[in-house]
């Protein structure tokens, strides 16, 4: 019988590992409430002990940081999108698109960081192309976008929600499958909360929705309750769009088993000081020891006897904290941020060379993350816009530069260029466009696109000093 609910061999193999990567990138309570997970239990060790060790963990989260530095420094120019072509209707629609990409208020640069997100801790992310379902034949495209039917939107999905799937030759999607679960309550006099189960089937043409409600213990079986044709099934192609990313750049897979050796590490240290701050004294005497110790007490020595305390010499503590400062300093290698490792002091003993050298290792891994986040963007847009027929040429530019001082660097070399005196008025205009771009990367999408159709209608804007 067809069970839709089938897991890929590989989902259940990554299954595991999926959800180590997200606690380790989360961290905080998530953390320490999955903590007996993660903190290896010493061989023997008395299960109280232990208990006692689990509630007084903490985890200190490099990997997070260093995530959500990338996202930053990516983002912190926003892709620069561009529309050509005659068809302004169509121009108008991208411009709100891009302003309310997923019919929640969330703008293209917003959507597509988190995808970002997602694909650094686990490896892809995905965004499924949707129209809205109408019930109705339209005749004339104006009647499609009267009632709203050709408003296309994207809704973001995570690796883990990707349960089943099948490629061809090519290694497209032939079809796949989504689940999701919720828990809802539809009426606040319910006495339960119920757990929505909800699967989405799409190949090249249909897409079948299924669903299943239930407690926490019992659910019934998946019914289908949707079915039709989907958006792109006029160009043959499945509407789920992935954003890999490549073993060498996939930080948590880089960076995790680190992760996980720090904290266990930091965790025993942390453990042996403190039971290092309750020392037990020690008498040195050849007579029976009969006496009572305590705060209370006072003990009686012999000519001969000694007493002292069992406090540890340290070594080993010198070498455990050694080794989590060598442990964080690879945290950040592997992750190509040597520059930001280590000591906090470490950085002022680097020459401005040493520095910008490490940086340089920095800006080429994020020009190749901006340059796989620009061909997701472009590959959904230009998928949107084949489905829709609009007939525009879409382009996606940006996320290249990340130091401050790269737009007035950008501007003299811009003048130097242009004072070579070539002529060619399409270098001109696309030197234009570039500078007018970027200077204005945080303009509303419309007046972007107003500029550029001022530029290249023969518009003379002047290169500032």
Known sequence: MFDIDREHPDYVARKAMLKRYRDLYVGGEQMRINAQDYLIRRQREPGDVYAERLNRVFYQNYIGSIVDWYSATLFRQEPVVTFEGSNDAAKKFFCALVEDIDQKGTQLADFFRRQFIEALITGASYVLVDFPRVPLKFGTRGEEDAVGASRAYLVEYAADDLINWNLDDRGSFDWVVLRTKSLK????????????????????????????SGDSTTGEKPRLIDEGTHGLAKLGKVPLFGLRMPEGLWMLNRAGSLQLEHFNKSNALAWALTMGLFAMPVVYSDREWTQMVGESYYIQLGPGDKFGWTEPEGKVYQIASDNLMHLQEEIYRVCYLPQAGGSLDKGGRQSGLAKQM???ITQEVLRAYGDSVKDQIRRVLQAIGAAREDALEIGVTG?????????STELDNAEKLLALGMASPTLKKEVFKRLALKYLSDTRQDVKDRIVGEIEAGAKAPVAG
């Open 399 to 407: 996320m290249d530069e990340f130091d401050i001082a790269d737009f």
């Open 358 to 360: 490490d940086f340089s």
């Open 185 to 212: 309550q539809d009426r606040v006099e319910d006495a339960n909360w119920r757990i929505e189960s909800r699967w989405l089937y799409y190949d090249r043409q249909r897409f079948r929705v299924y669903s299943s």
